[in-house]
């Protein structure tokens, strides 16, 4: 089993929320920092948030910041991504990682998340 698998992408209208989950297997999920990032065909990779290992210290990219929260829940080994307000450039594959920021050694395959009206 692959160590991280997105799941929760879809279509949704601008304005619309989207709750994207990972489900970590393979190593100590609650001893590691964990990573939201987000890549468009073309584009750079883009950071879009990380979180401390006790999930008590967040942080956001300026994009991001007020529409989407983080979160962890350690028992399941999952990560969260609440995704609110969200904007047509919000759409591209999320992945989660584990790392701080792009200082990640683990990536999963991505979940897509579609802003269309």
């Known amino acids: 089993q692959a160590p991280l698998v997105e799941s929760g992408g879809g279509v949704v209208q601008p304005g619309g929320s989207l709750r994207l989950s990972c489900a970590a297997s393979g190593f100590t999920f609650s001893e590691n920092v964990m990573t939201w990032v987000r890549q468009v065909p073309g584009k750079a990779l883009e950071w879009v948030s990380s979180?401390?290992?006790?999930?008590?210290?967040?942080a956001y990219a300026d994009s991001v910041k007020g529409r989407f929260t983080i979160s962890r829940d350690n028992a399941k080994n999952t990560l969260y991504l609440q995704m609110n307000s969200l904007k047509f450039d919000d759409t591209a594959v999320y992945h989660c990682?584990?790392?701080?920021?792009?200082?990640?050694?683990?990536r999963g395959q991505g979940t897509q998340v579609t802003v269309s009206s």
């Open positions: 979180i401390s290992s006790d999930g008590r210290i967040p």
């Open positions: 990682a584990r790392g701080y920021k792009l200082a990640y050694d683990v």
